[in-house]
């Protein structure tokens, strides 16, 4: 697949081989940016509005000005998929940073944000969904404005690179025994038919589809509590699940090779992935 990255500054779409990258990019030098990750099914972009809503947060609370509107840019990132042709399952991966500029740790002056953006194919992980999956637990040592989906990602790359090392899918972060999130997702516990998960805090990350699955949540008529649980919490839970645009709803199985529940994918989390699949008009997994 041929991938044209968006290089916002010059508003232009190029094939990703004839792009040059500023060499002092303060995104490079610094982590000065943010980004976002949209789901693409099928050709078609999945919570495309939440993306760019929490983009333009982002970029708001590490003070980068954005040289463009919400309707320009998602006019943009509607056309880098109908450039690429792309009718399977996918991601966008969107990036914005402060700009290129001599090295200096203040923000410089009369610098353009630039953006890139570029596709990718993702197949679906269908049988970590129908099967769940492994994760460890890991301290929970990133800064204190998790909210910000900046570029500053070394603690979460160790992490989820500890998670690999150990066989298992993800690493659920905690502070001190106080659950967080997830190197690259957002967790949640199911006890007695009640879903938990860490309220949406400057701890965490607001994820897209963490909000979908509230409104699912609602909609079955279950209890969704904005409240932090413990990793001894967690081996007592009836289910544990994840979510994020890349995994879906993801049922956790095992965590520290110690077993959830029954050790299968729980009930609940099976009908909220199926809202989940409703919601995004993809098809049904198998079961």
């Not at 509005?49 to 983009?55: G, I």
């Not at 969107?94 to 001599?102: E, F, I, K, S, Y």
């Not at 204190?144 to 690493?171: F, R």
Request: with cysteine; net charge negative.
């Amino acid at each position: 697949m041929s991938i044209y990255p968006i290089m916002m500054s010059q508003t232009n779409f190029i094939h990703r081989d004839s792009l040059h990258y500023p060499f002092e990019e303060r995104g490079s030098q610094f982590g000065d940016g943010v980004y976002e990750v949209i789901r693409v099914y099928n050709g078609n972009y999945y919570l495309l509005e939440e993306h760019v809503n929490r983009l333009f947060r982002s970029a708001e609370a590490i003070k980068i000005d954005l040289p463009f509107t919400k309707e320009t840019l998602t006019d943009l990132l509607l056309t880098l998929v109908e450039k690429n042709s792309m009718t399977t399952d996918g991601k966008v991966y969107l990036q914005v940073t402060r700009g290129a500029a001599p090295r200096d740790h203040v923000f410089p002056e009369n610098t353009h944000a630039n953006i890139y953006a570029y596709v990718q194919d993702l197949p679906r992980k269908l049988e970590n969904l129908e099967n769940g999956v492994c994760t460890i637990t890991q301290p929970d040592v990133r800064w204190e404005n998790c909210y910000i989906k900046s570029l500053n990602l070394l603690p979460n790359v160790l992490a989820k690179q500890a998670a690999k090392e150990a066989g298992c899918y993800e690493a659920i972060l905690h502070k001190d025994g106080l659950v967080t999130e997830c190197s690259s997702s957002n967790v949640f516990m199911v006890k007695d038919n009640k879903i938990y998960t860490f309220p949406a805090t400057k701890r965490i990350l607001h994820g897209c589809v963490r909000m979908r699955v509230q409104q699912f949540a609602a909609d079955l008529n279950l209890l969704f509590i904005e409240e932090g649980f413990t990793t001894e919490d967690i081996l007592l839970a009836d289910e544990l699940f994840l979510s994020s645009t890349t995994s879906e709803i993801m049922p956790i199985i095992q965590v520290d090779g110690q077993q959830i529940g029954d050790g299968k994918p729980g009930k609940i989390t099976k009908q909220l992935q199926q809202a989940y699949e409703a919601d995004a008009n993809i098809a049904q997994m198998q079961n």
